[in-house]
């Protein structure tokens, strides 16, 4: 008996080893931490549960049926996050790279099913030279029975990707279709093909940083939404972020113990616009003062910079923020803003996380660049995003509101449950300055008169009180209140019910 029970020990041991202590030693000489110790970091202590330690592939080909280590190149199961259970694969880049064949797909398959049934989060930390040369179509097969489930898992459980490593070919295709993708500086690629493949077919000379490390893909082409430092940090923040998020997309996320007074006054607030409606200011300290305890999970912090995405809470209750950045752009919205914006609500949407916009927009930004690449469609996607949104939707137009862009973002007329301003705000078609140099073009060549005016224009429209005679501001505001009208207005809605006619689903302009 005592045998068999040590056998099992050996085997752990053996499996545990991956592909072998060179390959890990040169995993660790390379930064990197090994599959395992990664999990170890991302999970409570002592909480994971593996499963299919033992599976082995089944491939015959170029040798391959004298190499058969246990684990098959990936290391799955599941655990906990502050107590909340997650599922998870780690890729071992020891064993033949880490890439994935039929059976490597289908312990993630396995671990991706009970996570559905289940109703808790996949995080799948990838370190992986993509499909398993040696296995074929096989292989191919693998990374489409995981791609289908990453699309019959999109909106039902959170699904989160670290890239940890390599990423070529297949292996981008699932990051691609998770909520949130993160790399790690200096150690981690994503491409399609890679510098070799795109010298021999285009002739450019890149390295693989260039074509795509987390530089590339997180201020870019918006591919990653953010990166870090080393693979420690990764673990940690994936930890952060998992406590922002429900478990599954009927149930709430969940509230954290709060030590910051919702109704806590920010004195500060009541100067933070500049007198020179041109002066820019930074909206993140807006965002900063209203979360508690100031704590703010950036998303996409460098790309699109004129618009701000990410999550706070409000009264220990997770929150996701969308808010243009005067510092950026003027903050206006331009299809880059729009797509991150879009994609950031609907996520939001999807799993119940109630949605406050901060608003300071001049408008969306004109030229053939934008025109050419589609701003128009670009722009719906972000009006389609809110329109559809049901989640509890509170809004705080600090300054700008003009044209289009008041209607995009989550106005009353977008099914804003509270929609406050400041008596800084103007909400107009357009500024004063563009609008009387359309309305009255004959009196250009006075300067004087154009002045008056202007000042007419200003004030006339240039404040919140049009609008809000008309009902489609709810509340004139002062700054310094904003933290405990939003905290209230939230509150109210905790049992906000609405729902959208029935479809199979919409045609959001893609
Ligand atoms: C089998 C692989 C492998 C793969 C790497 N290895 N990639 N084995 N299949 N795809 C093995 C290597 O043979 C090596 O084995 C070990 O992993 C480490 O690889 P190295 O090349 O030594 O490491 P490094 O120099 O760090 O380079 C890593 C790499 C490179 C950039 C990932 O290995 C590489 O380019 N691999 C091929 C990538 C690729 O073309 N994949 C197929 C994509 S097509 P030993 O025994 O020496 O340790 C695809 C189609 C799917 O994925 C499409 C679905 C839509």
Redesign the pocket.
Known sequence: MKDILNQLESRREDARLG?GQR?IDAQHARGKLTARERLELLLDEGSFEEFDMFVRHRSTDFGMENDRPYGDGVVTGWGTINGRMVYVFSQDFTV??G?LSETHAQKICKIMDMAMRNGAPVIGLNDS??????EGVAS?AG?ADVFQRNVLASGVVPQISVIMG?C????V?SPAMTDFIFMVKDTSYMFVT?PDVVKTVTNEVVTAEQLGGASTHTKKSSVADGAFENDVEAMTEIRRLVDFLPLNNREKAPTRPFFDDPNRIEGSLDTLIPENPNQPYDMKELILKVADEGDFYEIQKDFAANIITGFIRIEGQSVGVVANQPMVLAGCLDIDSSRKAARFVRFCDAFEIPILTFVDVPGFLPGTGQEYGGVIKHGAKLLFAYGEATVPKVTVITRKAYGGAYDVMSSKHLRGDFNYAWPTAEIAVMGAKGAVEILYRSELGDAEKIAERTHDYETRFANPFVAAEKGFIDEVIQPHSTRRRVARAFASLRGKKLANPWKKHDNIPL
């Not at 030279?129 to 040696?134: K, L, S, V």
């Not at 070529?168 to 292996?171: F, K, L, R, S």
């Open positions: 592909g390959r033949f790279g890439s030279g993509g499909a398993r040369i040696q191919l990374y390599p070529a070919g297949g292996a295709y890679g």
